[in-house]
Protein backbone atom coordinates (compact mmCIF):
# COMPACT_ATOMS: atom_id res chain seq x y z
CA UNK A 1 0.00 0.00 0.00
CA UNK A 2 2.88 2.35 0.71
CA UNK A 3 4.39 1.48 -2.51
CA UNK A 4 1.07 2.52 -4.55
CA UNK A 5 0.65 5.26 -2.79
CA UNK A 6 4.58 6.56 -3.16
CA UNK A 7 3.66 5.63 -6.87
CA UNK A 8 1.03 8.24 -6.87
CA UNK A 9 2.32 11.30 -4.76
CA UNK A 10 5.42 10.34 -7.40
CA UNK A 11 3.08 11.20 -10.18
CA UNK A 12 1.02 14.18 -9.39
CA UNK A 13 4.43 15.84 -8.41
CA UNK A 14 6.03 14.76 -11.84
CA UNK A 15 2.49 16.50 -13.52
CA UNK A 16 2.28 19.54 -11.63
CA UNK A 17 5.98 20.30 -12.88
CA UNK A 18 5.30 19.43 -16.51
CA UNK A 19 2.74 21.60 -16.41
CA UNK A 20 4.76 24.20 -15.17
CA UNK A 21 7.33 23.23 -18.00
CA UNK A 22 4.70 23.45 -20.60
CA UNK A 23 2.61 26.58 -19.81
CA UNK A 24 2.47 29.31 -21.92
CA UNK A 25 4.23 32.51 -21.66
CA UNK A 26 1.82 35.70 -20.84
CA UNK A 27 4.23 38.49 -22.40
CA UNK A 28 5.43 39.03 -26.02
CA UNK A 29 8.63 38.86 -27.39
CA UNK A 30 8.54 42.37 -27.38
CA UNK A 31 8.00 42.69 -23.35
CA UNK A 32 11.41 41.12 -23.24
CA UNK A 33 14.64 42.90 -22.75
CA UNK A 34 18.05 41.59 -23.48
CA UNK A 35 20.38 41.97 -20.91
CA UNK A 36 23.20 43.81 -22.75
CA UNK A 37 20.81 46.45 -23.88
CA UNK A 38 19.76 47.13 -19.89
CA UNK A 39 23.54 46.99 -19.37
CA UNK A 40 23.83 49.98 -21.80
CA UNK A 41 21.23 52.46 -20.44
CA UNK A 42 22.16 51.51 -17.01
CA UNK A 43 25.92 52.44 -17.96
CA UNK A 44 25.07 55.67 -19.82
CA UNK A 45 22.69 56.72 -16.94
CA UNK A 46 19.38 56.28 -19.37
CA UNK A 47 17.16 54.60 -17.09
CA UNK A 48 15.81 58.09 -15.41
CA UNK A 49 12.73 56.74 -16.65
CA UNK A 50 12.69 53.15 -16.10
CA UNK A 51 11.77 51.20 -13.18
CA UNK A 52 13.99 48.34 -12.50
CA UNK A 53 12.75 45.55 -9.64
CA UNK A 54 14.09 42.08 -8.57
CA UNK A 55 11.03 40.13 -7.62
CA UNK A 56 13.60 37.37 -6.84
CA UNK A 57 16.04 36.45 -4.01
CA UNK A 58 18.11 39.58 -4.85
CA UNK A 59 18.87 43.08 -6.19
CA UNK A 60 21.49 42.37 -8.33
CA UNK A 61 21.32 45.10 -11.43
CA UNK A 62 22.29 48.44 -10.84
CA UNK A 63 19.88 50.30 -9.27
CA UNK A 64 16.98 47.99 -9.44
CA UNK A 65 14.76 47.38 -5.98
CA UNK A 66 14.31 44.35 -3.85
CA UNK A 67 10.86 43.62 -3.83
CA UNK A 68 10.98 39.97 -2.90
CA UNK A 69 10.36 36.42 -4.07
CA UNK A 70 7.12 37.03 -6.16
CA UNK A 71 5.44 33.94 -5.66
CA UNK A 72 4.91 34.84 -1.68
CA UNK A 73 1.58 36.59 -1.42
CA UNK A 74 2.92 39.00 1.09
CA UNK A 75 5.66 39.99 -1.69
CA UNK A 76 3.65 40.20 -4.41
CA UNK A 77 1.36 42.71 -2.66
CA UNK A 78 4.55 45.06 -1.86
CA UNK A 79 5.45 44.91 -5.27
CA UNK A 80 1.68 46.02 -6.20
CA UNK A 81 1.53 48.84 -3.45
CA UNK A 82 5.24 50.11 -4.54
CA UNK A 83 4.14 50.59 -8.31
CA UNK A 84 0.15 51.49 -7.30
CA UNK A 85 1.01 55.30 -7.84
CA UNK A 86 3.37 55.23 -10.36
CA UNK A 87 2.16 56.57 -13.99
CA UNK A 88 0.63 53.32 -16.06
CA UNK A 89 3.01 54.51 -19.16
CA UNK A 90 6.13 54.22 -17.29
CA UNK A 91 8.79 51.29 -18.00
CA UNK A 92 9.22 48.38 -15.45
CA UNK A 93 11.56 45.78 -16.07
CA UNK A 94 11.17 43.03 -13.57
CA UNK A 95 13.84 39.76 -12.97
CA UNK A 96 14.78 37.66 -10.88
CA UNK A 97 17.33 35.81 -12.26
CA UNK A 98 16.78 32.48 -9.94
CA UNK A 99 16.58 30.17 -13.11
CA UNK A 100 15.48 30.94 -16.73
CA UNK A 101 12.87 33.16 -16.41
CA UNK A 102 10.51 31.45 -18.91
CA UNK A 103 10.18 28.97 -16.11
CA UNK A 104 10.68 31.06 -13.02
CA UNK A 105 8.06 30.79 -10.44
CA UNK A 106 8.24 34.87 -9.61
CA UNK A 107 8.34 36.28 -13.26
CA UNK A 108 4.50 35.36 -13.88
CA UNK A 109 3.05 36.46 -11.12
CA UNK A 110 4.83 39.66 -10.91
CA UNK A 111 4.07 39.97 -14.99
CA UNK A 112 0.94 39.67 -14.51
CA UNK A 113 -0.08 41.46 -11.18
CA UNK A 114 1.12 44.67 -13.05
CA UNK A 115 -0.39 43.83 -16.65
CA UNK A 116 -3.53 43.57 -13.82
CA UNK A 117 -2.81 47.38 -12.97
CA UNK A 118 -2.70 48.58 -16.24
CA UNK A 119 1.25 49.07 -17.10
CA UNK A 120 1.06 49.43 -20.47
CA UNK A 121 5.44 49.06 -20.67
CA UNK A 122 6.55 45.96 -18.66
CA UNK A 123 9.37 43.98 -19.58
CA UNK A 124 10.74 40.87 -18.87
CA UNK A 125 14.84 41.11 -18.44
CA UNK A 126 15.82 38.26 -20.37
CA UNK A 127 17.64 35.60 -18.28
CA UNK A 128 17.39 32.60 -20.14
CA UNK A 129 20.03 30.76 -17.66
CA UNK A 130 20.50 32.95 -14.31
CA UNK A 131 21.85 36.34 -13.02
CA UNK A 132 25.08 34.63 -12.45
CA UNK A 133 25.71 33.71 -15.97
CA UNK A 134 23.61 36.34 -18.26
CA UNK A 135 24.79 39.58 -15.76
CA UNK A 136 27.39 39.22 -13.23
CA UNK A 137 29.10 36.82 -15.71
CA UNK A 138 29.24 39.51 -18.71
CA UNK A 139 30.28 41.97 -15.86
CA UNK A 140 27.27 44.12 -16.01
CA UNK A 141 26.61 46.87 -13.63
CA UNK A 142 25.51 44.92 -10.04
CA UNK A 143 24.37 46.97 -7.00
CA UNK A 144 27.56 45.87 -4.85
Known amino acids: ?26 WSANQVMAPDVLAAKIVKKQTKNILILSVGPSAVVKGSLDMGVAN ?6 KLKSYVAK ?9 YCGCCPYDK ?10 LVEMG ?26
Request: glycine content about 2%; charged content about 25%.
Open 72 to 77: DPENLE
Open 104 to 113: CPNIRPAFNA
Open 1 to 26: MKKILFLLTMMMCFSGFLKAQTQSVP
Open 119 to 144: FKNVKILDLPKNVKTNWIDHNYPTND
Open 86 to 94: LDKNKELVI
